[in-house]
């Protein structure tokens, strides 16, 4: 316990530099979606090796046919537990770049007119800022007590943001090294600013790219228009058609697999005190627009979705163009829940768009990852000392939540190397991940570190 306790003072004493590596890191524009950014993620996997290096980890960076990844170990103290953390260094695409209040790659401190504090970046909440609260951790423990409390293994992937290609393979190539007693993943959300959670579900993915093409080139729509067959109307048709009027989507065989969540669960549920309007509010909307008959809570967390995350074609520029394009797009993903299995969600999709395709139009169809979702158990010992030091750390008692989004390395975790997951995260609802100004609060970074430093000493006792 006196360790702990110079562990957290350390943590609250070097809280600016820790910022200051942070920044740092921020400051590399990961972005692991567009290939023009790879030397980017390199710098980013070479920077963290080099600090976890520094701290005392065994670390290297580990090539793959994509970006790379970071492993780094270190020693625990004989009989204690084993756990692997895993964070994403990668981030999402800063567009639309002029929504932004600051350079996303320039990180800044703003301080709120409530005296609260955060950190605006691009990664700064997704996963940067997550990831390093674990790692700062670590640091003070090394410092303080000169050892970890358990034996660690830190993996950080930089290719969750784009579909995680080559994660499968680098898991089966380095199974005996990256298993461990229990994976540590800090890539979630609190309950809210109070409240501490432990995530038990997460919805799976599977992503899908269509291309729809009709003539053999772009034609003038007085010429040839009501003769030619126009890709866009036939695309936007059929995914038109995948949504009933009661918000059920109509893909056969989409539900199968398909449960419903235990009354207990959804009592607990209920039990948060979810002001729908509020959560619909605060991103200025007011009526939820998915199933009929469920709380939004049912609808983010334990039902599936169909969703157009993109759509293109024809003439989008500046001023107007009479054309009737060869080709329209659409980028389609779907979260997934329960038992449904990706590979058949991903099939009977392709056939409702094939089933619906009239003469004269050719479809094209590239996956974008697929993963199905996770439940984890509810009686772990793992999420019961978890659950006491957060309590410990923060204004309210943990309360364990399921999440609306998707982290797919978990399922292979369990599937591949027989490994739970402990999912907890210190991101808020408003942190704007995967959009314009996304912010870390300070609170949640400096609160974060002080978390994981009394989970580990937990998980070590
Ligand atoms: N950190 C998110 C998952 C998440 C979303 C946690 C919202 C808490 C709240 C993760 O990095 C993410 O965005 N995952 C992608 C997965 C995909 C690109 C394979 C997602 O859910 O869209
Ligand atoms: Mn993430």
Same mark, same amino acid.
């Given at each position: 316990m006196a360790d702990l306790d110079s562990v957290l003072a350390c943590l609250d004493l070097n809280l600016d530099r820790s910022v200051g590596r942070l920044s740092d890191l921020l400051r590399i524009p990961s972005i692991s979606t567009d290939p023009a950014y790879a030397a980017e993620c390199q710098r980013a996997a070479e920077y963290l090796a080099g600090d976890l290096a520094a701290i005392g980890f065994q670390a290297a960076v580990r090539e793959t046919p994509g970006h790379p990844m970071v492993v780094a170990h270190h020693d625990g103290p004989e009989g204690a537990p084993h756990v692997l953390f895993y964070g994403h260094y990668d981030v999402q695409p800063v567009d639309p770049i002029e929504e932004w209040t600051s350079p996303p790659f320039e990180p800044e401190i703003h301080e709120m007119s409530d005296g609260s504090r955060r950190i605006v970046a691009r990664g700064?909440?997704?996963?940067?800022?997550?990831? #390093?609260?674990?790692?700062?951790?670590?640091?003070? &423990?090394?410092?303080?007590?000169?050892?970890?409390?358990?034996?660690?293994?830190?993996?950080?992937?930089?290719?969750?943001?784009?579909?995680?290609?080559?994660?499968?393979?680098?898991?089966?190539?380095?199974? /005996?090294?990256?298993?461990?007693?229990?994976?540590?993943?800090?890539?979630?959300?609190?309950?809210?600013?109070?409240?501490?959670?432990?995530?038990?579900?997460?919805?799976?993915?599977?992503?899908?790219?269509?291309?729809?093409?009709?003539?053999?080139?772009?034609?003038?729509?007085?010429?040839?228009?009501?003769?030619?067959?126009?890709?866009?109307?036939?695309?936007?048709?059929?995914?038109?058609? #995948?949504?009933?009027?009661?918000?059920?989507?109509?893909?056969?065989?989409?539900?199968?697999?398909?449960?419903?969540?235990?009354?207990?669960?959804?009592?607990?549920?209920?039990?948060?005190?979810?002001?729908?309007?509020?959560?619909?509010?605060?991103?200025?909307?007011?009526?939820? /627009?998915?199933?009929?008959?469920?709380?939004?809570?049912?609808?983010?967390?334990?039902?599936?979705?169909?969703?157009?995350?993109?759509?293109?074609?024809?003439?989008?520029?500046?001023?107007?163009?009479?054309?009737?394009? /060869?080709?329209?797009?659409?980028?389609?993903? &779907?979260?997934?829940?329960?038992?449904?299995?990706?590979?058949?969600?991903?099939? /009977?999709?392709?056939?409702?768009?094939?089933?619906?395709?009239?003469?004269?139009?050719?479809?094209?169809?590239?996956?974008?990852?697929?993963?199905g979702a996770i439940q984890l158990p509810f009686d772990s010992p793992w999420l019961e000392k978890t659950r006491a030091a957060l309590s410990d750390e923060w204004p309210k008692p943990a309360v364990m939540i399921g999440m609306g989004g998707s982290i797919p390395v978990v399922g292979e975790f369990k599937s591949r190397l027989g490994m739970e997951s402990l999912l907890v995260g210190f991101g808020l609802g408003d942190d704007a991940i995967h959009s314009p100004n996304e912010k870390y609060e300070m609170t949640s970074f400096q609160k974060g570190q002080r978390s994981w430093a009394r989970i580990l000493a937990a998980l070590g006792r």
């Open positions: 700064s909440a997704d996963d940067k800022g997550q990831l #390093m609260t674990f790692v700062e951790a670590c640091r003070a &423990f090394k410092a303080e007590t000169g050892g970890l409390p358990c034996k660690v293994t830190i993996f950080l992937e930089g290719e969750e943001e784009s579909g995680s290609p080559s994660l499968v393979p680098f898991l089966e190539a380095n199974k /005996a090294e990256l298993s461990a007693d229990v994976a540590l993943v800090c890539d979630t959300n609190m309950w809210d600013r109070q409240t501490p959670a432990i995530s038990t579900g997460l919805r799976g993915l599977v992503g899908e790219e269509v291309v729809i093409k009709a003539a053999n080139r772009d034609l003038h729509s007085g010429y040839y228009g009501g003769a030619a067959r126009n890709p866009i109307h036939v695309l936007t048709t059929i995914l038109g058609e #995948m949504h009933d009027a009661d918000g059920r989507v109509t893909i056969p065989g989409f539900y199968d697999g398909v449960g419903e969540v235990p009354e207990e669960v959804l009592k607990s549920w209920e039990d948060l005190g979810l002001s729908e309007a509020e959560f619909l509010g605060s991103v200025g909307l007011k009526t939820p /627009a998915g199933e009929k008959g469920r709380t939004v809570l049912e609808q983010t967390w334990s039902r599936p979705t169909a969703e157009v995350n993109g759509i293109s074609g024809g003439y989008t520029g500046k001023g107007f163009k009479t054309v009737i394009p /060869a080709e329209a797009f659409a980028k389609v993903s &779907f979260r997934l829940v329960f038992d449904q299995d990706p590979d058949k969600i991903r099939a /009977a999709f392709r056939k409702f768009v094939e089933d619906r395709l009239p003469d004269d139009c050719t479809v094209e169809f590239h996956p974008h990852g697929g993963s």
